[in-house]
């Protein structure tokens, strides 16, 4: 759990950048400088109803003085995407934290292969944009309909030059998997996009160890066949143990306790409500916890467990 | 049997008028009693985790808090715990501290600026420390100390900086407002009969 900054920004800038997406700006009011980050970071947009969204910075880390945000409307989505669309405008108050970052770019390699689909750019984006500054060789595959529904194509141009691979399905191209190549330890693949193509492109990197495959997801796995159990919680330092019935989350449980705990998506996506624990079988269920962690570490919005487990509160 | 090894030359030692500290305060009325203070600067946020704004004027209302800030509102961190949490107040001279690296129990020096921790009521000349228990005036507002504040992990983790031991017992003060009125910045402080 990090707490972070929650900043009133202004829109400095905002346009389309394809037809369902808008490119904002913000800055700083009153400060030149915003808080630092790194590639593959992200900042969480709040609602007025108190909601928060993720939206990852496409922009140039190096650049202190502005937060670049895509935001593509999503007419299935939960209503935050809606929202920007029908109410950020140029001089709009955008009230945004700090960034995070749960999709960091490695050094470990001496080459890297980025792999966006459709909004998934943003993340990567930023990635290409270090990997330039710092001269490393990469490769940057961009996955979208046609080049009109490619959002930040002309910044990407810029950005990657002869790098750029763009594979629009009207035209006929599909990403072929195959161009990745066999093994390789020096190669880092980040990879962002809708689950399809995710799937697609995981099911072909048979032999790649997890070391060298990064992907940030939408949405969290969708399994129709789990079907949540109740199970009891124990806090650690005082021994006090609560039912965690099957229709609600620990979160849930330990904020009826009176309990403040912090979090965002609570999709198991973001990284905020990640907490410690001690013993227990846990379901894990989230997409932020990196395999090494999950022994002692889980999400408290998704996370479930066998029977029971204890916290590290 | 001599368990102390006696050194050749004798200790020298910093005469306390003369040290970063010492040389400051001995420049200024002060003292547990007969001081006077200063305010120097208003900050309150709207909700949790939300930047701290400065203001130029604020009213202070008996019982509740600074008009617009997050425990007047209820949407405080720690707003659901009750607590004395109307008004608080923090030391310039602890930010002149931190930002000599007095005591050295980091990497360096840290610069705090007046809006980064998260106190209401930046100060100057007003031992905090003494006033738990104490009726005191910040301009036409009547103040009474109710605890100290303690550092928490949640200020070193908003910042980004390692403050939580150096804040250690001077971390300001917790008032609860016996009389409302208007605040503002130059407004003097001063310490009323109990």
């Given at each position: 759990m990090t707490a972070r900054l929650i900043m009133k920004l202004?829109?400095?800038?905002?346009?389309?950048?394809?037809?369902?997406?808008?490119?904002?700006?913000?800055?700083?009011?009153?400060?030149?400088v915003l808080p630092e980050w790194t590639?593959?970071?992200?900042?969480?947009?709040?609602l007025p109803d108190g909601r928060i969204r993720q939206y990852s910075l496409c922009g140039d880390p190096l650049d202190r003085s502005r937060y670049e945000i895509a935001i593509k409307r999503e007419m299935n989505g939960?209503?935050?995407?809606?929202?920007?669309?029908?109410?950020?405008?140029e001089g709009s108050e955008a009230h945004v934290s700090a960034p995070r970052n749960n999709f960091p770019l490695?050094?470990?390699?001496?080459?890297?292969?980025?792999?966006?689909?459709?909004?998934?750019?943003t993340p990567l984006l930023a990635m290409a944009r270090s990997l330039r500054h710092s001269g490393r060789e990469f490769a940057f595959h961009y996955c979208t309909r046609s080049n009109v529904e490619a959002p930040l194509l002309d910044e990407l141009v810029k950005v990657c030059g002869e790098n750029l691979h763009c594979w629009f399905s009207k035209e006929g191209k599909r990403f072929e998997p195959s161009v990745i190549g066999p093994y390789t330890s020096g190669t880092q693949i980040y990879m962002c996009g809708p689950q399809g193509l995710l799937d697609s492109v995981v099911s072909s990197l048979s032999g790649w160890p997890d070391d060298n495959v990064h992907i940030e997801a939408f949405q969290m796995t969708s399994d129709e066949n789990f079907k949540p159990e109740p199970f009891e919680v124990t806090l650690a330092s005082t021994g006090e143990t609560f039912l965690v019935p099957a229709d609600k989350s620990m979160l849930d449980v330990l904020r009826q306790h009176d309990f403040l705990m912090s979090s965002s998506c609570e999709i198991g996506l973001c990284g905020s409500c990640e907490c410690g624990y001690r013993d227990g079988v846990v379901i894990h269920r989230d997409k932020v916890l990196p395999t090494s962690k999950r022994q002692d570490r889980l999400m408290l919005c998704v996370s479930r467990a066998r029977v029971s487990v204890t916290l590290e509160l | 049997m001599n368990f102390y090894s006696t050194p050749k030359m004798p200790p020298t030692m910093t005469e306390a008028f003369e040290h970063p500290a010492g040389s400051v305060a001995a420049k200024s009325a002060?003292?547990?009693?007969?001081?006077?203070?200063?305010?120097?600067?208003?900050?309150?946020?709207?909700?949790?985790?939300?930047?701290?704004?400065?203001?130029?004027?604020?009213?202070?209302?008996?019982?509740?808090?600074i008009m617009g800030d997050r425990y007047y509102n209820g949407t405080g961190t720690y707003s659901p715990k009750p607590d004395v949490r109307e008004v608080t107040l923090f030391e310039q001279e602890v930010l002149d501290a931190l930002s000599r690296n007095d005591p050295p129990m980091q990497n360096g020096s840290i610069v705090l600026e007046p809006k980064d921790h998260r106190r209401n009521l930046t100060v100057v000349g007003v031992p905090l420390n003494h006033l738990v228990g104490r009726r005191f005036r910040v301009g036409e507002v009547v103040l009474r100390g109710g605890r100290l504040n303690f550092p928490c992990k949640y200020l070193e983790e908003l910042l980004g900086a390692p403050v939580f031991l150096p804040l250690y017992n001077r971390s300001g003060l917790n008032c609860s407002i016996e009389i409302g009125g208007i605040l503002r910045p130059g407004d003097q402080i001063e310490l009323l009969d109990s």
């Open positions: 202004r829109v400095e800038n905002i346009r389309h950048t394809a037809p369902e997406v808008l490119h904002l700006e913000l800055v700083h009011p009153q400060r030149p590639a593959g970071a992200h900042v969480d947009l709040r939960r209503g935050g995407s809606i929202w920007a669309h029908e109410n950020l405008q490695n050094n470990k390699g001496e080459r890297y292969i980025l792999i966006a689909g459709g909004i998934g750019i | 002060g003292g547990a009693t007969h001081w006077l203070g200063k305010l120097l600067h208003i900050h309150i946020a709207p909700s949790a985790s939300y930047e701290m704004e400065e203001l130029q004027e604020a009213q202070c209302i008996a019982g509740r808090g």
